[in-house]
């Protein structure tokens, strides 16, 4: 029995030391592998299993607004990147350059794509011509490189895998609906396929993209107490339009310019997933985001019938995604292995099981077992697939709840930071030296000020000027 308990020995409590936990549970699990290209991670398949759920779900969404899928080419000319200025002085010291063709210099060095905004703007000002030619609603889904100093499985690579959407509109109003639009997407999302509640809302000026007007955030809590910017959508007016002369003639024929949005989520989510519901036993995932959502272990498989059996329930729950694990290990390793991977449901069954035209159900996140009869197997399993769902959502929501303080002065500020992780709700006067001084003096940063404003006083956390906004702070990834 020792030995089937090698894999959940191997984690280091989350307790003890929460980023070696989390490197535990992302090679443990089976997710990832370090590569040769350093800051550079290789996806297992059973981490990009995840992605790949979380695209198709993504996909599916964004197609229903109209959004179609395009691809850009990864390099982008210097001059092109110099378009906009704003934009490139905040992305200079993460890019890549390619400076060398073959064995020729280049005429012109060119960089890998650290975003994609340049090339969308390079192919818009040809697309568009007419107010005819409007909206534009693209997406492509790529990967991209930030030469990142300090790098994290899934949180922080040099390159990542993500989706970057890009729209063009004729008016400021429908941008913004837009990007606003966009954002609920993203949190409607996280909360019902990943389990993950989310505060949304906007970003101050000092943590904005480089190049907007405005930047929307949905911001979730791990479970250490540190904030994660989980998707953002971006409202561009028309600053981008004007760098590289994107217009249109309008229905009055005068030339107008163009106002834009870019949205994007990472491979991160994949990070989320792991520190906002994984255990000191593994990998926790939500049903509808998991790549196998049932794990039948047949128990004394080498018995007459019992295999046969258990691919017999399998077929009975064709509607999930279900594998039989038949391999030659012994079933403690194997529920070992399951909790490590994450797999929501397990279903047991040996001879006596089989006899008594049952079988046992053990959920993952809560290590609950349930007895069921074979005849309403399909059933059972769908109902508590959904429960599990919910549940993992609600314990989420209470646990970010349970980690919010709230702070009516700098002293109560400070403390909570110290000794309270999570978020911290304080009112701010807006001004960036305050901002630049709890970040300095505390590591908290800005999240976001979200859409739900409480007036908790009338004075700025910081400097006791008349306040502007509540804003939720926190450390961060």
């Known amino acids: 029995m020792a030995e089937d308990k090698k894999l959940v020995e191997a984690i280091t409590s989350m307790e003890e030391d929460f980023a070696q936990w989390y490197t535990d549970v992302v090679k443990k699990a089976d997710l990832m592998c370090y590569s040769s290209v350093k800051g550079c991670m290789i996806f297992k398949p059973d981490g990009y299993a995840i992605w790949e759920n979380i695209q198709h779900e993504?996909?599916?969404r964004f197609k229903a607004t109209g959004v179609k899928n395009v691809y850009m080419p990864m390099f982008i000319?210097?001059?092109?990147?110099?378009?906009?200025?704003?934009?490139?002085?905040?992305?200079?010291?993460?890019?890549?350059?390619?400076?060398?063709?073959?064995?020729?210099?280049?005429?012109?060095?060119?960089?890998?794509?650290?975003?994609s905004e340049t090339l969308f703007c390079d192919y818009y000002k040809n697309e568009i011509q007419s107010y005819r030619d409007?909206?534009?609603?693209?997406?492509?889904?790529?990967?991209?490189?930030?030469w990142e100093k300090e790098t994290r499985p899934f949180l922080r690579s040099r390159e990542f895998l993500w989706q970057e959407g890009h729209t063009a509109h004729a008016t400021a109003e429908e941008a913004e609906a837009r990007t606003q639009q966009m954002l609920n997407?993203?949190?409607?999302?996280?909360?019902?396929?990943?389990?993950?509640?989310?505060?949304?809302?906007?970003?101050?000026?000092?943590?904005?993209?480089?190049?907007?007007?405005?930047?929307?955030?949905?911001?979730?809590?791990?479970?250490?107490?540190?904030?994660?910017?989980?998707?953002?959508?971006h409202n561009f007016g028309d600053g981008f339009a004007k760098a590289f002369g994107i217009q249109y003639t309008d229905k009055d024929n005068k030339l107008k310019y163009v106002h834009q949005t870019s949205w994007g989520m990472t491979t991160r989510l994949i990070g989320a997933l792991i520190m906002v519901h994984g255990d000191n036993s593994g990998l926790v995932l939500p049903p509808r985001i998991a790549p196998v959502q049932v794990c039948i272990v047949p128990v004394m498989q080498k018995k007459?019938?019992?295999?046969?059996?258990?691919?017999?329930?399998?077929?009975?729950?064709?509607?999930?995604?279900?594998?039989?694990?038949?391999?030659?290990?012994?079933?403690?390793?194997?529920?070992?292995e399951q909790e490590m991977r994450g797999i929501p449901l397990r279903i047991e069954m040996?001879?006596?099981?089989?006899?008594a035209n049952q079988a046992v159900l053990v959920r993952r996140d809560n290590g609950e077992k349930i007895t069921v009869s074979l005849d309403e197997i399909d059933v059972r399993v769908g109902e508590l697939l959904e429960i599990i769902q919910k549940e993992m959502l609600e314990r989420a929501r209470k646990h970010r709840d349970s980690h919010t303080t709230v702070a009516l002065n700098y002293d109560e500020f400070k403390d909570a930071v110290a000794n309270k992780p999570g978020f911290i709700k304080a009112m701010w006067c807006g001004n960036q030296e305050c901002e630049d001084k709890i970040k300095e003096e505390t590591t908290a940063t800005s999240r976001c000020m979200p859409f739900e404003q409480?007036?908790?006083?009338?004075?700025?956390?910081?400097?006791?000027?008349?306040a502007k906004a509540m804003v939720y702070w926190g450390k961060a990834y």
């Not at 890019?95 to 650290?114: D, F, I, S, Y």
């Open 454 to 466: 409480e007036h908790l006083s009338d004075v700025c956390v910081c400097c006791g000027r008349p």
């Open 185 to 233: 997407l993203y949190a409607d999302f996280v909360e019902e396929v990943l389990a993950i509640p989310v505060i949304k809302g906007r970003k101050t000026d000092k943590e904005k993209f480089a190049g907007a007007e405005a930047t929307y955030t949905i911001e979730a809590l791990m479970h250490d107490g540190k904030a994660l910017q989980s998707g953002t959508s």
């Open 350 to 355: 040996g001879p006596r099981d089989i006899e």
């Open 58 to 60: 993504l996909d599916r």
């Open 77 to 115: 000319p210097e001059s092109l990147l110099q378009r906009e200025k704003d934009h490139v002085e905040g992305f200079a010291p993460e890019v890549a350059w390619v400076t060398e063709g073959g064995l020729q210099p280049l005429q012109e060095k060119m960089c890998v794509r650290p975003t």
């Open 304 to 336: 007459p019938g019992v295999l046969d059996k258990a691919f017999e329930i399998k077929e009975v729950l064709s509607n999930f995604r279900v594998k039989v694990d038949d391999s030659d290990k012994s079933p403690g390793w194997k529920f070992s």
């Open 134 to 146: 409007l909206p534009q609603l693209c997406n492509q889904w790529c990967s991209v490189v930030r």
